[in-house]
């Protein structure tokens, strides 16, 4: 009995031994083919130190000392092309933010500047804001021309007409008369049923590009002699788009946009006679800066009210006239010829101040307007 359980253990021990022999010999066997497979992964993904060092001398053997220079050079040369890029990218939308125009092309509207919503009023005359002030000091500023305009043989007819009422300035310093020469003069001449066309025939027959706008007109346009009459007068607003619908046409609108629908950028001599709606006409194109586009400006102004949708008490109204005149100096506009007629009424806002007229035709010119340099007609 006590041999037989001897046998049983002893059996038992014999195969648990070859049992843990088996699992050792498992054991190293793995270790063994661990150690044997893993180091290829991680010298491909992340080689040692050791194998860094031995990876460069190999290399070093087999590029020469002036390849690996010249590789060096390369890998310099690419780094800086690309940090000018990113350089010329910079200053590019720096340039952008600080001129949007190109630089190799001008503006298509270089006079064009940014609209203002009021004009700025001249101090008061005195303390007193008294009309009798501000009409004197008013009235020596319509009366004192700036700039005298020479007049050059053989061409009295042209600076005078056939009247003394309107005249150019013909003086060589300024543009005129070399544009007149090179027939490159354009006139616009607005009124309401003028019968006096002399300075307009006369600069017509001399070369210039007349176009006189009339309202009574009974046809859109109409070619006279050397003149183009058209049934339009300018304004100091656009009309109403309802009333343009209604009526097919407009027969009134801004100075900008008559430019602008004929193609023109420009007029060398704007006269205009607009019974009492000059002042208003006169602020518009201060505010949206189209006096830049003209060259000489003639206007007749009347004093006998204030005008056309001109409100304030009588020296509001004469500090109102004389401030527009001051914003005309302000764009370099002088003036050099003044003609008050005597047969006109000596009415200044229904009154009689200082002995002054009720109208006087003024004439400025532009010191500073450079038209567009073009071509002479005459050249093939």
């Known amino acids: 009995m006590d041999m037989g359980r001897e046998r049983l253990t002893l059996g038992l021990l014999l195969r648990l031994g070859i049992l843990l022999t088996a699992v050792c010999v498992c054991v190293h066997v793995y270790l063994e083919t661990g150690w044997q497979v893993s ?6 993904g992340r ?6 060092n031995r990876g460069q001398q190999s290399r070093i053997k087999r590029v020469p000392a002036e390849a690996e220079e010249q590789d060096k050079s390369i890998k310099r040369r690419i780094s800086y092309v690309r940090t000018v890029k990113k350089d010329n990218i910079a200053n590019k939308r720096n340039e952008v933010s600080e001129d949007p125009s190109p630089p190799c092309c001008p503006p298509l509207h270089p006079h064009k500047k940014t609209p203002r919503w009021h004009i700025a009023l001249e101090p008061w005359a005195s303390e007193s804001q008294s009309l009798e002030e501000e009409a004197k000091r008013f009235l020596s500023y319509i009366t004192t021309p700036q700039v005298s305009c020479a007049s050059l043989p053989g061409e009295e007819a042209a600076q005078e007409g056939s009247t003394s009422d309107w005249a150019v300035c013909l003086d060589p310093k300024y543009s005129l008369i070399h544009r007149i020469k090179s027939k490159h003069c354009r006139m616009y001449s607005f009124g309401l049923g003028v019968d ?5 025939r006369s600069l017509a027959s001399s070369g210039c590009e007349v176009h006189c706008f009339d309202p009574s007109l009974k ?7 050397e003149m183009w009459l058209h049934r339009l007068s300018v304004d100091w607003r656009d009309p109403n788009p309802a009333i343009v619908a209604q009526r097919q046409y407009a027969n009134t609108k801004k100075l900008a946009t008559i430019l602008n629908d004929f193609g023109h950028r420009e007029v060398d001599v704007l006269k205009a006679d607009m019974e009492s709606a000059e002042w208003k006409i006169l602020e518009n194109l201060i505010l949206e800066g189209v006096l830049d586009s003209v060259g000489q400006l003639l206007l007749e102004v009347h004093l006998h009210w204030a005008g056309f949708e001109v409100g304030g008490d009588d020296p509001s109204v004469v500090r109102y006239w004389f401030s527009l005149l001051k914003e005309l100096e302000h764009a370099n506009f002088h003036l050099f010829h003044v003609h008050s007629d005597p047969a006109k009424p000596h009415l200044f806002l229904h009154k009689n101040v200082l002995n002054a007229s009720s109208a006087y035709t003024l004439s ?17």
């Open 47 to 52: 080689p040692s130190q050791s194998n860094q």
């Open 39 to 44: 180091p290829a992964p991680l010298t491909s």
């Open 196 to 200: 006096d066309r002399s300075l307009e």
């Open 364 to 380: 400025w010119v532009n010191t500073q307007w450079t038209p567009l340099v073009m071509p002479d007609r005459n050249q093939n």
């Open 219 to 225: 046809q859109p346009h109409l070619q006279q002699a």
